[in-house]
C-alpha cells in the first residue's frame, strides 16, 4: 500500500471537517469511505485511527466512526500543543529576524485587518506567522506549525469586521509584532501566549 495514501486521505477528511462540508453526528462507514477516494480499507482505516487520535472522530457501538468536530477540550489540546511549538520557533526566530521579516509580517497584518473573507482571513494569518518563524531556520518545526494552524477554522468564521473578537485578535497580533521588531523575546512569548489562549474562549 502507497504510505501516502491514508495521509491522502486523512488530510481530506480533516478538509472536509474544517469547512463544515462533514457536521458533527454525521456517520462514516469505511465501505463507503472506501469507494469514495477509490482504495481499500486498509488506508481508511489508518485515516480514522489518525481522526481518533485527533478527537475529530468517535467509534460507536456498531464500529461506524461519527464525527464530533471540535469539542472545546480539542481545542484547549490544539492551543497547547501550538504553544509549545510556536513558542520554540519563535524563541529561535527572533535572535535571527531581519528588517525584512518585520515588513513582511507588518504589511500581512494590515491586510488581515481589512479582509473579510474567512479563508482569506486564515491564509493571511498563517502567513503572518510564518512571517514571524521562518528564521528560526528548522523547516520540519515549520511545517508542523502549519499543519497544526490549519486544524481549527473556527476562529476565522468568527471573526467579522467590528466584531469585539477582531479587535481582540488584532491587538494581540500587534503586540506581538511589537515586540518582536523589538527583539522582546520574552515579551513576544508573553504576547503569543496572549493570543493562542484566545483560541479556548467561545
Do not use: W
Not at 477516494?37 to 489518525?50: D, K
Not at 477540550?73 to 520554540?88: G, H, K, T, W
Not at 491587538?171 to 515586540?179: F, P, T, W
Amino acid at each position: 500500500m502507497d504510505p501516502n495514501t491514508a495521509t491522502f486521505v486523512v488530510n481530506q477528511l480533516r478538509e472536509d471537517i474544517r469547512f463544515g462540508r462533514l457536521l458533527p453526528g454525521t456517520v462514516l462507514h469505511q465501505h463507503a469511505l472506501a469507494a469514495r477516494f477509490g482504495v481499500s480499507r486498509q488506508p481508511v482505516r489508518l485515516a480514522l485511527q489518525n481522526l481518533r487520535a485527533s478527537g475529530l472522530v468517535a467509534v460507536r457501538p456498531d464500529r461506524s466512526v461519527e464525527i464530533v468536530g471540535f469539542t472545546a477540550d480539542a481545542i484547549r489540546d490544539l492551543a497547547q500543543v501550538r504553544l509549545l511549538v510556536e513558542r520554540e520557533a519563535l524563541a529561535l526566530a527572533i535572535l535571527h529576524r531581519t528588517e525584512r521579516d518585520m515588513l513582511e509580517a507588518k504589511h500581512l497584518q494590515a491586510r488581515i485587518e481589512i479582509e473579510v473573507e474567512p479563508h482569506l482571513i486564515e491564509e493571511l494569518d498563517c502567513a503572518f506567522h510564518s512571517a514571524l518563524y521562518k528564521p528560526c531556520g528548522n523547516a520540519r518545526l515549520l511545517k508542523l506549525i502549519e499543519d497544526l494552524r490549519r486544524e481549527n477554522r473556527r476562529p476565522y468564521e468568527q471573526q467579522p469586521l467590528g466584531s469585539r473578537r477582531r479587535a481582540q485578535f488584532a491587538k494581540q497580533h500587534r503586540a506581538l509584532l511589537r515586540r518582536y521588531s523589538t527583539g522582546d523575546g520574552p515579551g513576544a512569548v508573553a504576547a503569543l501566549e496572549e493570543h493562542l489562549n484566545e483560541m479556548t474562549r467561545r
